[in-house]
Nanobody, 128 residues
């Protein structure tokens, strides 16, 4: 059974940090890109960051560039999203998703279209 499980969300103050994890099982992790998306209450889901397990290429949306870092632990089939200097506008449900043979190209506009599998999300709340 294919599974993506997110963890690491929580409540943090402005300027704080969280590290989200996305652990995959049931498929060949090395063939996929893993993307992080988020959805704030009342808003559409948006792309945040992506890492290609095929060539290591990464992508960040402009408003998280320099604050968030995506990385991958091959041995654990886990992708991390280190989030620093968090802001209230980062408050959202964060989802990871997997796309086979994807290199994260055009992730910001079309990343959701490529994703084959989705996790159920982890909530991040940033207080003032």
């Amino acid at each position: 059974e294919v599974q993506l499980v997110e963890s690491g969300g929580g409540l943090v103050q402005t300027g704080g940090s969280l590290r989200l994890s996305c652990t995959a099982s049931g498929f060949t992790f090395d063939d996929y890109a893993i993307g992080w998306f988020r959805q704030a209450p009342g808003k559409a889901r948006e792309a945040v960051s992506c890492i290609s397990r095929v060539d290591g290429h990464t992508y960040y949306e402009e408003d998280v560039q320099g604050r968030f870092t995506i990385s991958s632990d091959n041995a654990k089939n886990t992708v991390y999203l280190q989030m620093n200097n968090l802001k209230p506008e980062d408050t959202a449900e964060y989802y990871c998703a997997a796309a086979r043979g994807y290199y994260c190209s055009g992730f910001g506009l079309h990343g959701m279209d490529y994703m084959n599998y989705w996790g159920k999300g982890t909530r991040v709340t940033v207080s003032l």
